[in-house]
């Protein structure tokens, strides 16, 4: 059973940047899809950024410029990183993990196509600060 570790969120002053990191262990398959999601409070979780199997990698419109996406390889294990720069307070949220080893049903919202995922993790919080 895969699990899924986040890390890295906190409290900064908008212009700060974060670098939030989701270690996978205990997974079956190596051609996975990983993603990052948020929700901010009394709003519905949201897809950030993502890396498909095949390697190609997606970003939210709002966060491109600011926000990058990737995935490094350990020994049974991947870590999803997501680095962001410039962050501002409608960036505020629970920041979750998400990965997926099927990675073949794709989701659509705000113009803009995310691979569906079914494992999440615990999240880690994101709190920025005008």
């Known amino acids: 059973q895969v699990q899924l570790e986040e890390s890295g969120g906190g409290s900064v002053q908008a212009g700060g940047s974060l670098r939030l990191s989701c270690v996978a262990s205990?997974?079956?398959?190596?051609?996975?899809?990983m993603g990052w999601f948020r929700q901010a409070p009394g709003k519905e979780r949201e897809a950030v950024a993502d890396?498909?199997?095949?390697?190609?990698?997606?970003?939210r419109p709002s966060v491109k410029g600011r926000f990058t996406v990737s995935l490094e390889l350990e020994p049974y294990k991947k870590i999803l990183v997501l680095q962001m720069n410039n962050l501002k307070p409608e960036d505020s949220g629970m920041y979750y993990c998400g990965f997926d080893e099927v990675c073949k049903e794709t989701f659509c919202a705000g113009g803009h196509c995310w691979k569906v995922v079914n494992n999440w993790g615990q999240g880690t919080q994101v709190t920025v600060s005008s």
């Open positions: 890396i498909d199997a095949d390697g190609s990698r997606s970003i």
């Open positions: 205990g997974y079956s398959r190596s051609n996975v899809c």
